[in-house]
């Protein structure tokens, strides 16, 4: 299958900073998106991005599609305690499944 | 109104059971799958179905066997199960992978 490689690994916040995470494949996709997931639940799409240079934004989350296609970056503007769980991107090259990076743990500092 | 809903929620089973998952989604989407999330959080796909048909099996063990008796449902078999099957398993459902796809909350199968 089709490897993304999604930095960094973990994060820690501090309650109003900014934080950006970013993913890389080496094959092109058609459409990337970002998900969340809080514990013991399923993950939850965030933004969608359909269109190679698009910049979307979902409340304080903004989301790219680089221009190569093959790579994405989410932004987390002033984050709050509420934004720490796992964010997944996830990239799709056919109408058949999504592949997906290996997560970003955001975690509150202590 | 759950979307996608599974049961049972967690699992806790002893090696050489069989068990099932079951999955229905509401939401009228044509495609469903199974994802396999292990213990470093990694999300693998393991099988996907079209309108009842199988469109994707990834290489997973012949223990496990999906079953969709209709386009709303989609049920997982295993097996003998071993130590190994230890994860948390999602259903997901979408009108085309590219629109994202809904999941459900997921199992947590421990094997013992």
């Known amino acids: 299958g089709q490897q993304l490689n999604q930095s960094p690994q973990s994060m820690f916040i501090q309650e109003g900073e900014d934080v950006s995470m970013n993913c890389t494949s080496s094959?092109?996709?058609?459409?990337w998106l970002w998900y969340k997931q809080d514990p013991g639940e399923g993950p939850v799409l965030l933004i969608a991005?359909?269109?190679?240079?698009e910049l979307t934004s979902n409340g304080r989350l903004t989301a790219q599609f680089g221009i190569t296609r093959k790579d994405s970056f989410l932004n987390i503007s002033a984050s709050i305690p509420s934004d720490v769980g796992i964010y997944f991107c996830?990239?799709?090259?056919?109408?058949?499944?999504?592949?997906f990076g290996a997560g970003t743990t955001v975690t509150v500092r202590a | 109104d759950t979307a996608v809903s599974q049961t049972p929620k967690y699992l806790v089973t002893q090696m050489g059971n069989d068990k099932s998952i079951k999955c229905e989604q509401n939401?009228?989407?044509?495609?469903m799958y199974w994802y396999k999330q292990d213990s470093k959080k990694f999300l693998k796909i393991m099988f996907s179905?079209?309108?009842?048909?199988?469109?994707i099996n990834e290489t997973v063990p012949n223990r496990f066997s999906p079953k969709s008796p209709d386009k709303a449902h989609l049920n997982l078999h295993i097996n003998s199960l071993e130590l190994g099957d230890s994860a948390v398993y999602f259903c997901?459902?979408?009108?085309?992978?590219?629109?994202?796809?809904?999941f459900g909350s997921g199992t947590r199968l421990t094997v013992v």
């Open positions: 094959s092109i996709f058609n459409t």
């Open positions: 179905y079209n309108n009842k048909e199988l469109i």
């Open positions: 997901a459902s979408s009108r085309g992978a590219s629109y994202g796809y809904t």
């Open positions: 996830a990239g799709c090259s056919n109408d058949y499944k999504l592949s």
């Open positions: 939401l009228g989407h044509d495609t």
């Open positions: 991005l359909y269109k190679a240079g």
